[in-house]
């Protein structure tokens, strides 16, 4: 026991008595540092991103066909969407998998992708106008529906002098050879007179005239790319509690239907300028920056100034009218072009921003559509299906939706959801619906089914002339008939309406499932489980957890702790060596008084353990000091939490603020680091300091 | 005493050489050297520099080996022992005092005397403090036990130093140049204090010094030329035989 005391009174003198000491001492402290709050905040990251995966899309597991091509990456991977083998039928991977007594429930899905455009804003003008005409070559003309034509009618024509406008200044720019004549004739023609006053003479032919040669002229109308997830959208929500409904109102049970995420409708479907002018508010107010000294505030100020064809095209005369007088009276100015008038008011600074903001709102907006999109409006959503060919499925838009504390989210942002039987059209597996009508259609042409084996002698057979297929003629396809049929275009009609029923949402395909566990800790198991519940039930299941469904998102954090670990490793090999290299100086620095001890009767055991109890006090002493400090800002972090300062974070964060934890496994993760690495360090000194000669006491000091 | 062991040699050295070697050459250090010291003897090992003082006292004090010949020490042959019992016996059976005087440096007074007891392991904690305060009491530095060794005159210094080596009761205590460091009234001090130690005690001294007045403390001064010993006299005729020497240059 003396022995010990003795070892430990000489390691605690020997800490502070060299300065060589108090430099290890610093990389230890630093060391531990880095690994208490760096592990904690990527443990805290880690633990909050499975929340927000699990929370989402993913589930606790996720099971799809053991046939699939690639792995299940729900977030989508570098490549696109991967290429799954479908599950033939749902209905009958429900039931496998929750008979085992952990599993809460089961959720069908399936992940794909389409472009949607959101039209020409003069398209969509003419095609208000076409329908117009229309009802009154129906029903005749009433004032309120001339009134509405001529209101129409003159908002074309000033979107027709905005388009001259535009090409005038264009030209400044271009080279003659650029311009288009037949472009600039057509426009010319739309901007006389004379065309206008000859309109109702042929409206059909004037609407053409414009929708051929005026429209397409105008480069609007971007395409959307749109991420949906094929659900059962009951069971979604009941499964995934954080899920909410913001605008609108769920998909009535059974129904077609979608619900966009509220992220994608706000940064994909609202009015460019406003959001540009959200952006800049959120900035300026969340994360404090200054359009005066932020490039990218600054950047978002010219576009708005620059770009605002998509306001001035919106703005029909009479609340072009009301806008220019708004402005005017804003800006205390005269200036009679609205165009002018907008980049003016859009030119924003730090000072007048908040005003403008509330100004756009109180006075723009209401003249405005203000998203490209209302609740309760159908989009066309076009697909490639998986056999290639191109299927267009009509959605009612009925909400939007969010993930609590998502919100901010791309990640979890951009997954729109979308009905399972819709999803199933546009994948391009049959839904019953189909089924029938082809099989109506076969009936209508003659067909019958032949199997693939008999398909040779079907058709070269001896009867083979009375089976032959299509006997279509080219050229004169009727395409209602033939393609949509006289029931089928009906069918398409009630769609929207038709309630389906739980077993109809069940009984087809599904690319995936979710899967909700009792007791999540019980993960590992319940997968084994599973499988092998699959493989008795001959269903080909591959069973995964939520981390390897999220593809490389779900490897983020553990590349990031990888990341850390390394640089942990680096800076305790660096530590090694120096340690190592201070403390052989600090051995020969006391050579004499090793040696003197040696002398007196120390055998070398005890000059080995004086040498280690000293780095690994000195480990000790400098690494709680690290320890310390690593709590201190934990616990301070865990009070005020971190703000996540941009979106990616939101997710990585499950919400808008990450309050870390520091778990008893970082700082004993810190410890057994710091004291291995002040042991090992010390190995070879303290080998060094057992071969110190007792005769090097006598040496003297000269 | 027991006159049976105070018959019997503490150290007993017959025909011992040492060589070092530097390099290629080798340096004989001792050339064939005897020795008897008897419990209780006070004896100074006198010569100038390079005549092998230190390295007989090295031998005798069990730091190093003899290259012929036989050093034994309370009865033991250094040359059969490892390097484990050599370490043993400096421990038990002898007590260093050092020219530097080598106190170490982080521990205080109390702690550098106690130093070898902790390594014995043989008494209590009580034990301990009653004989390390004992021999401050001796050495005259009670009141300093809780000083360090910087806070201390090179005097004082020598005197933890000689409370160190004796702490133990070693039967045997070696002191290679303990004066050299310190002026020369300190010196006699030091010299005094052992002497009053080895007589009160009974504690064999060895030690090396080239100063003719730390000699005249000596029973007896074994004269060292060259690696050889020239002779064993009385402190008077060491004198007289060392003032003739310097007359004869």
């Excluded at chain 1, 942002?413 to 619906?433: K, T, V």
């Excluded at chain 2, 031998?59 to 003899?66: E, K, P």
């Excluded at chain 2, 106690?114 to 904690?125: S, V």
């Amino acid at each position: 026991m003396g022995h010990f005391r003795l070892l430990m009174q000489v390691a605690f003198r020997n800490l502070f008595s060299s300065k060589i000491n108090l430099l290890i001492g610093g990389i230890i402290f630093f060391g531990t540092l880095l690994v208490v709050v760096g592990g904690a905040l990527l443990d805290s990251m880690d633990d909050a991103m499975s929340r927000s995966i699990i929370g989402s899309v993913a589930g606790h597991i996720q099971v799809y066909s053991d046939e699939s091509k690639d792995k299940l990456s729900l977030y989508g991977d570098w490549t696109g969407e991967p290429d799954l083998t479908v599950l033939d039928d749902f209905s009958r991977v429900k039931p496998v998998l929750e008979k085992h007594p952990n599993v809460k429930t089961v959720v069908p899905m399936g992940t794909s992708g389409a472009l949607i455009t959101s039209g020409n804003t003069v398209d969509l003008t003419l095609a208000r106008l076409r329908d117009l005409y229309k009802q009154r070559a129906e029903k005749g003309e009433t004032p309120e529906l001339r009134e509405n034509i001529d209101s129409v009618k003159s908002h074309v024509r000033q979107m027709v002098a905005l388009m001259e406008e535009q090409k005038a200044k264009s030209r400044e720019l271009l080279s003659d050879a650029a311009v288009d004549p037949q472009e600039a004739e057509a426009l010319a023609r739309a901007r006389t007179d004379a065309f206008w006053d000859s309109f109702e003479e042929d409206p059909f032919d004037s609407l053409e005239f414009l929708e051929n040669r005026i429209a397409p002229q105008l480069p609007d109308g971007d395409l959307l790319d749109l991420r949906y997830v094929g659900t059962d959208l009951d069971a979604f929500q009941r499964t995934f509690d954080r899920m909410e409904i913001v605008d609108g109102q769920p998909v009535p049970t059974g129904k077609r239907g979608m619900l966009l995420s509220e992220f994608y409708y706000e940064n994909f479907l609202k009015l460019k300028s406003a959001l540009r002018l959200d952006n800049i508010k959120q900035e300026r107010d969340v994360n404090k920056k200054r359009i005066a000294d932020d490039p990218q505030l600054q950047r978002w100020v010219k576009e708005n100034q620059t770009q605002t064809r998509e306001i001035l095209f919106q703005l029909d005369p009479i609340k072009t009218r009301l806008a220019t007088e708004r402005l005017q009276k804003a800006l205390g100015s005269q200036e009679p072009s609205l165009e002018k008038l907008l980049s003016a008011f859009f030119t924003t600074t730090d000072e007048n921003f908040d005003e403008r903001y509330q100004r756009f709102y109180a006075d723009l907006a209401p003249l405005l559509e203000l998203y490209r999109l209302r609740m309760g409006d159908t989009i066309t959503i076009t697909a490639f299906t998986r056999s290639g060919y191109v299927q267009s499925v009509n959605m009612k838009v009925y909400g939007t939706y969010q993930f609590n504390g998502l919100e901010k989210s791309a990640m979890a942002g951009l997954i729109n959801l979308m009905d399972l039987m819709s999803f199933r059209d546009l994948y391009g597996y049959l839904s019953a619906d189909k089924k029938a009508e082809i099989a109506e259609l076969q009936q209508a042409s003659g067909l019958k089914d032949v199997a693939r084996a008999d398909a040779e002698e079907s058709l070269f057979g001896a009867d083979s002339g009375n089976t032959l297929v299509a006997d279509a003629t080219p050229g004169l396809i009727d395409d209602s008939k033939s393609f949509e049929g006289g029931m089928g275009a009906l069918r398409r009609e009630d769609l929207a309406a038709r309630v389906y029923s739980q077993e109809e949402i069940e009984k087809g395909v599904a690319l995936n499932a979710a899967v909700i566990l009792k007791d999540p800790t019980k993960l590992d198991q319940t997968m084994r489980e599973l499988t092998q519940a699959g493989k008795d039930a001959g269903l080909k299941l591959r069973v995964v957890s939520w981390q390897t469904a999220a593809g490389f998102l779900g490897q983020f954090v553990t590349m990031a702790k990888m990341v850390l670990y390394f640089a942990v490793f680096i800076i305790f090999v660096v530590a090694l060596v120096i340690i190592n290299n201070a403390m052989m100086m600090a051995t020969l620095q006391r050579v004499r008084e090793v040696g003197t001890m040696r002398a007196i009767g120390a055998q070398r055991s005890f000059i080995l353990s004086m040498v280690l109890v000293e780095t690994v006090v000195l480990g000790l002493v400098f690494g709680a000091g690290g320890m310390l400090l690593g709590s201190g800002i934990m616990s301070a972090l865990n009070s005020s939490g971190i703000p996540a300062g941009n979106e990616a974070l939101y997710f990585f964060f499950s919400g808008p603020r990450l309050h870390p934890t520091l778990s008893v496994g970082n700082l004993v993760a810190a410890l057994v680091i710091v004291l291995v690495v002040s042991a090992i360090s010390t190995l070879y000194p303290a080998f060094l300091a057992t071969r110190v000669s007792p005769l090097q006491a006598m040496q003297t000091d000269e | 005493m027991n006159p049976a062991v105070a018959q019997s040699p503490i150290v007993s050295i017959t025909q011992v050489t040492k060589d070092y070697t530097l390099g290629k050459v080798v340096v004989p250090a001792l050339r064939g050297v005897d020795l008897q010291v008897h419990p209780g003897e006070f004896i100074s090992i006198a010569g100038p520099s390079g005549s092998g003082k230190t390295t007989l006292l090295n031998l005798i004090g069990c730091v190093d080996t003899a290259t012929g010949g036989v050093v034994r020490v309370a009865g033991q042959d250094t040359k059969q022992l490892s390097e484990r019992q050599l370490t043993h016996l400096r421990l038990h059976t002898i007590g260093f005092i050092f020219q530097s005087f080598n106190l170490v440096s982080v521990l205080d007074v109390f702690q550098n005397v106690e130093f070898p007891l902790l390594l014995q392991r043989k008494l209590d904690k009580a034990q301990r403090r009653e004989r390390v305060m004992q021999l401050l009491e001796q050495v005259g530095l009670a009141h300093h036990a809780k000083h360090r060794p910087n806070e201390l005159s090179g005097g004082q210094r020598q005197r933890v130093a000689v409370a160190r080596a004796l702490v133990t009761r070693p039967q045997l205590v070696l002191a290679d140049e303990p004066t050299a460091n310190l002026d020369s009234v300190t010196g006699q001090n030091i010299i005094d204090l052992m002497k009053e130690l080895n007589q009160k005690e009974g504690t064999t001294f060895i030690f090396s010094t080239h100063d003719a007045k730390v000699m005249n403390h000596a029973n007896a001064v074994v004269r060292l030329a060259d690696g050889k010993i020239l002779d064993r006299l009385t402190p008077a005729e060491a004198t007289r035989a060392m003032a003739a020497g310097a007359e004869a240059h």
